[in-house]
């Protein structure tokens, strides 16, 4: 190795790159292609701020000025508002509502007033009056809402906010 001479490479004019190949004629397709990816990430960034905006708008709706609906009130009723229906029962103690849904899966439990209970059709929870569990997978009653007296003697039910099984308003 110490007697190893370094040598200059000799170059002949074909082993020289072509010096088409790097101009900025030849790379025409490649901004072609950089433009359909930098159009590709702005249409999903675009689209991603779309749903976030979607779903920041009905969140700000949802809680919203709140509406006055009237109805007579026999007892159970079911009341549907805006896609989330809740019941509205009385017992001794006074008025109280409960979300119209299963707490197991979600599932609208059917009431038979024969038999003063609610049934879950998706997996057989049973509720007794009132959405408390009686029975079934469900293993906890239907979710209790807000119900408060207004001016002139209305009801107001507050969908969004839960309540005690014990809560109650006076008749």
Known sequence: MKGDKIRP???KETDAPDPEAFSPSGSATDGAS???VLFLIWALVLIVLAVMLRSISAFLAASGPKE???YPV???????FKGAEFWLD???QGLFAFLDRCPHLGCKPVY???RKEYVCPCHG????????YESGPARKSMQRILVRRGRDDELMVD???NVSESYRVGV
């Open 159 to 161: 969908l969004r906010e």
């Open 112 to 114: 038979y007033p024969d």
């Open 125 to 132: 929870s049973r509720f007794s009056e009132g959405g408390i």
């Open 9 to 11: 490479i000799e170059m």
């Open 74 to 80: 026999p007892m159970p009723e079911r009341f549907p």
């Open 68 to 70: 006055k609906v009237r």
């Open 90 to 92: 009385r017992d001794d």
């Open 34 to 36: 950089r433009r359909s």
